[in-house]
């Protein structure tokens, strides 16, 4: 796991192991579909990562593993995508019912219903407190100190102990453990509080034009993000780094914070303050490996208050912006772009193993003969 393939290509061709690229247009497109199939069974579900849903069956009849059965079934039917069901009076047992169903495939077909007290009890403790939604390596070194192995163990810790040793996110999780709900449902999605767009370029970097270059495309993409989720950005930071692999003395790894004259979603600012703060970064001899942007700061539009003597973005810069974002969604991404960006950089992500997009490329449909 993280161990670049260029380390290990000839092992994984010796053991006939197939490689591919990611290909984040075919992952969101399939996870799209994965979640509108389930989304039509249920009554309100939470999206909370590309692969994961949590939906509220609550007033539902019948048993809730068999329905766990069909939406397995189905969302195989429809996308062709293997999925596990986990069942929970809390968010973090549905969680641990899930990564449970999967390790026990066996016994339960993918589907794990841990809603009856007994059966409940029984898993927890048979899984690793390691293995629980929210406990980290490290928190979970600290757990085992205190003699906590197993998800049962901190189930029956003193929840009141623990919020004073640690804090009230890690109480909730022993409450919700026992099955109190302490987590809620969230239908709509909170606005990020930041922003970052990241990427490895393809080959080393030894140019300052090609590295800004890729620090003006990710800023360009960052506020797309900004405005999808209508908000705006006091302050950005921008970073270089070489390749880890590198010899010591090749190494150099650096970022600045660059503070915006007032909260804005405008491209064309973004971009000349991003660059600005590279100028101050970067240095001349080294081979980059990697650029980006994180934004922070972010203020929600109409949530935040003036400061009466800070200047604010434009009518104009907003429609232009709205202008730009309809454009690209109607022709394609990058179709109207700042010209500091070319539409096939040298220092794009290496992709040579990218399967083909069947679902969102008419040119690339799967061909059934």
């Known amino acids: 796991m993280g161990v670049p393939f260029f380390q290990v290509r ?23 579909r994965m979640r509108a199939v389930i989304e039509s069974m249920v009554s309100r ?29 189905r ?11 986990g069942i929970g009076t ?15 495939h066996k016994s339960t077909g993918g589907v794990l219903d841990l809603c009856d007290p007994d059966r409940r009890n029984r898993a927890l403790q048979h899984i690793d407190v390691g293995d629980v939604w929210g406990v980290g390596r490290r928190l979970n070194e ?11 163990d901190l189930a029956q810790y003193d929840a009141w102990s623990i919020r004073k040793m640690f804090n009230v996110t890690l109480e909730k999780t022993v409450r919700e453990l026992r099955g109190i709900s302490c987590i809620d449902l969230e239908e709509v999605t909170a606005p990020k509080q930041v922003i970052c767009t990241s990427r ?22 960052a506020a797309e993000k900004l405005r999808a989720q209508q908000s705006l950005c006091l302050v950005m930071r921008v970073g270089i780094q070489t390749s880890m692999h590198c010899l010591p003395e090749d190494r150099y790894s650096n970022g600045a914070i660059v503070n915006l004259p007032y909260p804005t979603d405008d491209t064309r600012v973004l971009v000349q303050y991003a660059l600005y703060g590279l100028k101050h970064i970067y240095r001349e001899g080294y081979g980059y490996a990697k650029s980006e942007i994180l934004l922070m700061d972010l203020r929600q539009r109409g949530e935040y208050s003036m400061n009466l003597f800070q200047p604010e973005q434009s009518a104009s810069a907003d429609r232009l912006m709205s202008t730009m974002d309809s454009i690209n969604r109607k022709f394609g991404k990058g179709t109207l772009r700042p010209a500091r960006i070319t539409a096939a950089p ?14 969102t490329r008419l040119d690339q449909l799967w061909c059934v003969s």
């Open 75 to 85: 969302v195989y039917k429809c996308t062709g995508l293997p999925v596990g069901v």
């Open 10 to 32: 000839d092992e994984l061709k010796r053991l006939n192991v197939k490689v591919f690229s990611s290909n984040y247009e075919l992952y969101a497109d399939m996870s799209a």
């Open 45 to 73: 579900s939470e999206c909370y990562s590309i692969d994961e849903l949590f939906v509220d069956t609550s007033g539902m009849r019948g048993s809730l593993e068999d329905l766990g059965h069909q939406i397995k079934a």
């Open 142 to 152: 600290k757990l085992n100190m205190l003699g906590i192995g197993k998800a049962w």
């Open 200 to 221: 490895m370029f393809g080959q080393r970097q030894y140019s300052f034009s090609d590295v800004a270059e890729s620090v003006a495309s990710y800023t360009a993409r």
């Open 346 to 359: 040298g220092w794009s992500m290496r992709r040579q193993l990218m399967s083909q997009s069947y679902t």
């Open 90 to 104: 809390t968010k973090t047992l549905a969680k641990l019912a899930s990564y449970s169903a999967k390790r026990w």
